[in-house]
């Protein structure tokens, strides 16, 4: 009994070395791909206020505030145009720096100044996204979230309705409603 034991175990590791080697990690996006595909459909799915914009052909200028998560995968944004409007990258190093920006990703790297990042978002017609615990709910208008393995995002419809953007309902039924906490 243990023998035959023994020799199923061994015939079914020989199985499994055998089988050819699947990279699925060049496969599948990164948790970074991914987010910077949803910043990108984000921009669907709202509309800033008229006057965020000079003129019909302005770019939508994705800001990038602390340290660039990203990588490489920026590359993969050049030419991309929404709602006809070509998008752009700007890196800032600190909020003051931030100028002519339409989305706003807040690295995790800002996370000690958040006491003077959250009071110019609450006066920007800014969509700001964050990616650490409770962004939103501090007023970040939408934070990334990962549960289970899987990218999803919260947003805050109190800042959004502070920086007069107009949040499609497609884009809220995805989400985790939060709001402005005490």
């Known amino acids: 009994m243990i023998k035959r034991a023994v020799t199923i175990l061994i015939i079914l590791a020989w199985c499994i070395l055998s089988l050819p080697t699947v990279q699925a990690e060049e496969r599948l996006p990164s948790e970074y791909q991914v987010k910077l595909a949803f910043l990108l459909n984000f921009a ?52 003051d720096d931030i100028r002519d920006c339409h989305i706003l990703f807040v690295s995790s790297s800002e996370i000690n100044h958040l006491s003077r990042i959250i009071p110019f978002l609450r006066q920007a017609k800014i969509l700001s996204v964050g990616d650490m615990r409770k962004f939103a709910q501090k007023g970040g208008v939408i934070n990334f979230v990962v549960e289970n393995d899987k990218v999803g995002f919260e947003i805050n419809v109190d800042a959004g309705k502070r920086a007069g953007l107009q949040i499609s309902s497609k884009l809220l039924s995805l989400a985790r409603i939060v709001r402005d906490s005490q």
């Open 44 to 95: 669907r799915f709202v509309e800033w206020p008229k006057d965020a914009f000079a003129d019909a052909t302005s770019p939508i200028i994705l800001g990038i505030l602390g340290d660039d998560p990203f990588g490489t995968s920026l590359a993969s944004i050049r030419g991309k145009t929404i709602h006809g409007r070509k998008v752009l990258i700007n890196k800032f190093k600190d909020v």
